[in-house]
T-cell receptor, first 116, second 112 residues
Framework: DTEVTQTPKHLVMGMTNKKSLKCEQHMGHRAMYWYKQKAKKPPELMFVYSYEKLSINESVPSRFSPECPNSSLLNLHLHALQPEDSALYLC???????????????FGPGTRLTVL | GQNIDQPTEMTATEGAIVQINCTYQTSGFNGLFWYQQHAGEAPTFLSYNVLDGLEEKGRFSSFLSRSKGYSYLLLKELQMKDSASYLCAVRGGRGGSYIPTFGRGTSLIVHP
């Protein structure tokens, strides 16, 4: 099973709303990632969690707040977003550090976010 | 940092063969990935190379030359469903970080 699930699939929110994106994997992976992807652009890394601890924050604005409640779940809390934050938000997971294929990232289907 | 370059767009005919190139510059190279991404969907893993040479998997093959900082993805017997963006991702830098950096992607259009 190489499935990463994300909810919701689509989200429309106003600039004053608070919402959360959710990601789940049951592959026993200990690294989980949030990416932001604009149309016709590559995924941009936002956050990395390793063993449920935040290990990388790519200078993401504080209106995005990640949370890793346990090794299978990853949330992204959204507050006071701007229209330019509209994008596809991708979650991925991988085995923690190692060589070879064990480090391949598996992506969820993404949440299409529109900020009005 | 890392510098990854791949063509923006390519077109090919159904049944043909197409080669998508990727060149990169990085320190501490630790692997190169190819992903396929259909519009509005998640990237799906295609291949991984860390040693020089060719890796074959069905209709898809990937090649790596570490000394040249060069990889290609070869797609044979093209099908219409192969129309997608193909992302080259390189792992390296940051002291050999395990997190790959994605190139801009190559949009492949397969026509009848």
């Amino acid at each position: 099973d190489t499935e990463v699930t994300q909810t919701p699939k689509h989200l429309v929110m106003g600039m004053t709303n608070k919402k959360s994106l959710k990601c789940e994997q049951h592959m026993g992976h200990r690294a989980m990632y949030w990416y932001k992807q604009k149309a016709k652009k590559p995924p941009e890394l936002m956050f990395v969690y390793s063993y449920e601890k935040l290990s990388i924050n790519e200078s993401v604005p504080s209106r995005f707040s990640p949370e890793c409640p346990n090794s299978s779940l990853l949330n992204l809390h959204l507050h006071a977003l701007q229209p330019e934050d509209s994008a596809l938000y991708l979650c991925a997971s991988s085995q923690e550090r190692g060589e070879g294929r064990t480090d391949t990232q598996y992506f969820g289907p993404g949440t299409r976010l529109t900020v009005l | 940092g890392q510098n990854i370059d791949q063509p923006t767009e390519m077109t090919a005919t159904e049944g043909a063969i197409v080669q998508i190139n990727c060149t990169y510059q990085t320190s501490g190279f630790n692997g190169l990935f190819w992903y396929q991404q259909h519009a509005g969907e998640a990237p799906t893993f295609l291949s991984y190379n860390v040693l020089d040479g060719l890796e074959e998997k069905g209709r898809f093959s990937s090649f790596l030359s570490r000394s040249k900082g060069y990889s290609y993805l070869l797609l044979k017997e093209l099908q219409m469903k192969d129309s997608a963006s193909y992302l080259c991702a390189v792992r390296g830098g940051r002291g050999g970080s395990y997190i790959p950096t994605f190139g801009r992607g190559t949009s492949l259009i397969v026509h009848p």
